[in-house]
């Protein structure tokens, strides 16, 4: 139970277009998702965290005008990365949580690479 | 500023060996601490969740301690394998961040050579 899936695993763009990432809970519904970016031998930096209806919550240094989270049901929230440049290319991985629980479950994330 | 701090950054064990993997915290006010590997360009796996009220958790080879007052856990690995051979995150979910949040650190990249 309790799986997580991302998609697509990986896409490559074009410098100035968009690009949006799926995060789905399967089997379970998730109130709040996360977003989380992972720079190479860096750690997991969460970007923003959304609860379902609500508008996401951005860390700080994260433009949320660029990386535009949308929430709209409790099994699927997306992420667009709006006139992607080359530094934007990363791995985001999302994970979700269910009511009543503080664990997250991870989905298996997705390259993005700007070029 | 609340940190996670693993060491080190990269471990390489012949086979067999049991071996520990070391992971830092700045704040000892925490919910939780959790043990994840990552494989390369795949999303986390969740391996052992401690709760702050907790000392060590059991999985099959791996343990996971805590020591909270010292701002410290460590993941034990018995009789590695090859098919260990991954990068572990170790992540703690601060108290008074929100709630909900982990802060991860960088990893440690195992590689378990036969």
């Known amino acids: 139970g309790a799986v997580v899936s991302q998609h697509p695993s990986w896409v490559i763009c074009k410098s100035g277009t968009s690009v949006k990432i799926e995060c789905r809970s399967l089997?379970?519904?998730?109130?709040?998702m996360f977003w989380y970016r992972q720079f190479p031998k860096q750690s997991l930096m969460l970007m923003a965290t959304s609860n379902e209806g609500s508008k996401a919550t951005y860390e700080q240094g994260v433009e949320k005008d660029k990386f535009l989270i949308n929430h709209a049901s409790l099994t699927l929230s997306t992420l667009t990365v709006t006139s992607a440049h080359p530094e934007d290319s990363s791995f985001y991985i999302c994970?979700?949580?269910?009511?009543?629980?503080?664990?997250?479950?991870f989905g298996p994330g997705t390259r993005l690479t700007v070029t | 500023k609340q940190e996670v701090t693993q060491i080190p950054a990269a471990l390489s064990v012949p086979e067999g060996e049991n071996l520990v993997l070391n992971c830092s915290f700045t704040d000892s006010a925490i919910y939780n601490l959790q043990w994840f590997r990552q494989d390369p360009g795949k999303g986390l796996t969740s391996l052992l969740l401690i709760q702050s009220s907790q000392r060590e958790q059991t999985s099959g080879r791996l343990n996971a301690s805590l020591d909270k007052s010292s701002g410290r856990s460590t993941l034990y690995i018995a009789a590695s394998q090859p098919g260990d051979s991954a990068t572990y995150l170790c992540?703690?979910?601060?108290?008074?961040?929100?709630?909900?949040?982990?802060?991860f650190g960088k990893g440690t990249k195992l590689s378990v050579i036969p």
């Open positions: 994970s979700a949580s269910f009511s009543g629980t503080y664990e997250q479950y």
């Open positions: 992540a703690v979910r601060f108290s008074g961040a929100g709630s909900y949040q982990l802060t």
């Open positions: 089997d379970f519904q998730a109130t709040t």
